[in-house]
């Protein structure tokens, strides 16, 4: 019953042709979002086991991290400073489709390029993670699967995605929430269509193992949030 059935839709921000001050404005949204409503907790946790691994196992040059659809930079800034605490060097590059939002991440990220997620301007095994936060749920069918290969093809060690449960209570969370901070009535539209357009973790489990061969660990976490963490057939395994 809190479960809706799964939209598809047409965000507004997905739009190519939307005004470059009106997609930062709206990304201002998603960050706070990020911050209060638990996007950067969750990719936080799914970070541990990695962050434990590599603690265990100092390499002479930084880690690197591929985030895709960076938005502002915030979410792999968070990631960086928290390897940081931990004594793992990171440099962390950010993913847009259009110069301005590149800009932008850049001041956040180590550095940022534009390009098309579908065929990553990268070599296979490249990056040590590939990152897609609240990206997925924007594609379905097809592009969803081919998103998924892209990300485990340039990854070495691990892909995490993380993404939005869809729960009522949760869009009804992101309704009177974006009130209190102030949303744009585009992030206001577009968050709660994201909601609707996501996942179950059943869902999510079964879309990486359909399109990848993978089998993920798949994890709940507070403010209505998944993670599905795996690793590449080619990733080196932890000592």
């Not at 850049?106 to 990553?120: I, K, S």
């Not at 936060?133 to 924007?138: D, E, Y």
């Not at 995605?161 to 969370?173: E, F, M, P, T, Y």
């Not at 061969?213 to 949030?225: D, E, I, K, N, Q």
Request: with cysteine.
């Amino acid at each position: 019953m809190l479960t809706p059935s799964k939209r598809r839709g047409e965000e507004l921000l997905d739009d190519p042709a939307v005004d470059g001050g009106l997609a930062l404005r709206s990304l201002r949204d998603v960050a706070l979002a990020n911050l209060f409503f638990g996007g950067r907790l969750v990719v936080l946790r799914a970070f541990g086991p990695l962050f434990e691994e590599w603690s265990r196992a100092p390499q002479s040059t930084p880690r690197t991290l591929l985030d895709l659809g960076t938005g502002l930079g915030d979410i792999p800034a968070a990631v960086v400073r928290a390897a940081h605490r931990r004594g793992i060097a990171m440099r962390a590059l950010g993913l847009e489709r259009t110069p301005l939002l590149a800009r932008t991440a850049g001041a956040q990220c180590h550095a940022a390029l534009v390009g098309d997620a579908m065929q990553l301007p990268l070599a296979d095994a490249s990056v040590d993670v590939v990152m897609c936060s609240q990206v997925l749920h924007h594609f379905d069918g097809a592009p969803a699967d081919q998103l998924l290969r892209e990300c485990t093809r340039v990854a070495r060690h691990a892909v995490i995605v993380a993404d939005l449960r869809r729960s009522w209570l949760a869009v009804g969370g992101l309704w009177s929430g974006s009130f209190l901070l102030g949303f744009h009535p585009v992030s206001r539209h577009d968050g709660m269509l994201s909601v609707l357009r996501g996942y179950t973790a059943s869902e999510l489990g079964t879309l990486v193992r359909r399109a990848t061969g993978c089998t993920p660990l798949v994890r709940a976490s507070l403010g209505f949030r998944l993670s599905a963490t795996w690793r590449p057939p080619h990733s080196p395994r932890p000592a």
